[in-house]
């Protein structure tokens, strides 16, 4: 089965530097990357996605990067806000028909003001 | 209603009881997941219906875990016989057909003592 492993596990930034978040994952067959951001006691909510057949997707001050040949992804963030601060998850799947995600473990975000 | 719903919020019960945990999925979604969280970890997939059936059961760990959907929409995880390490948030989550997107309830914190 899928395996996605995540980096760094936390990440502490003063406000207005950027963020990066690494993932890598095993399954040639995965085509699809979502990122979730879960604040504390609260839901995982999506993001930002990526599929397969682009290299990069932006939204506003996030950007999420795909080497397909590598197999790994990276959440980027620029000019962090302390109400960035949160666990963010990035997952991999396949398409066609059922996605079922395997989920990275976690990377907590503490934006400093 | 306009999200997931999972009842109850918070459940209590000591090693060796029997709890059932509840999703009702947003309207019209056919796709319907289970995942544990356990603290400082990311969702790990238990359970993936389309529809009233179980298309991927993989992620249950014993057969201790039983999950049903006899109508297409609501769910319930069964667990019989907890033991101290089911002790998790459980989360439910669901998805338009052939979407990535999962929307995930804000969950059910299981303690066994």
């Known amino acids: 089965g899928e395996n996605v492993e995540q980096h760094p596990s936390t990440l502490s930034v003063q406000e207005g530097d950027s963020a990066v978040i690494k993932c890598t994952y095993s399954?040639?067959?995965?085509?699809?990357f979502p990122w979730y951001k879960q604040e504390l006691g609260k839901r995982p909510q999506l993001i930002i996605d990526?599929?397969?057949?682009?290299g990069e997707k932006k939204d506003q001050r996030i950007a999420v990067t795909l080497n397909k040949t590598a197999k790994h992804f990276s959440l980027h963030i620029t000019e962090t806000q302390p109400e960035d601060s949160a666990v963010y998850f990035c997952?991999?799947?396949?398409?066609?028909?059922?996605?079922?995600?395997?989920f990275g473990r976690g990377t907590s975000l503490i934006v400093h003001p | 209603g306009a999200g997931v719903s999972q009842t109850p919020s918070n459940k209590v019960t000591e090693k060796g009881k029997y709890v059932e945990l509840r999703c009702d999925p947003i309207s019209g979604h056919t796709a319907l997941y289970w995942y544990r969280q356990s603290l400082g970890q990311g969702p790990e997939f238990l359970i993936y219906f389309q529809g009233t059936g179980a298309a991927d059961d993989s992620g249950l760990p014993n057969d201790r875990f039983f999950a049903v959907r006899p109508e297409g929409s609501v769910s319930t995880l069964k667990i019989q016989r907890t033991e101290r390490g089911d002790s998790a948030v459980y989360l439910c989550?669901?998805?338009?057909?052939?979407?990535?997107?999962?929307?995930f309830g804000e969950g059910s914190r299981l303690t066994v003592l």
């Open positions: 990526i599929r397969s057949n682009v």
């Open positions: 997952a991999a799947s396949t398409s066609g028909g059922s996605y079922i995600p395997t």
């Open positions: 989550a669901s998805s338009r057909p052939g979407a990535g997107e999962l929307f």
């Open positions: 399954d040639s067959a995965s085509n699809y």
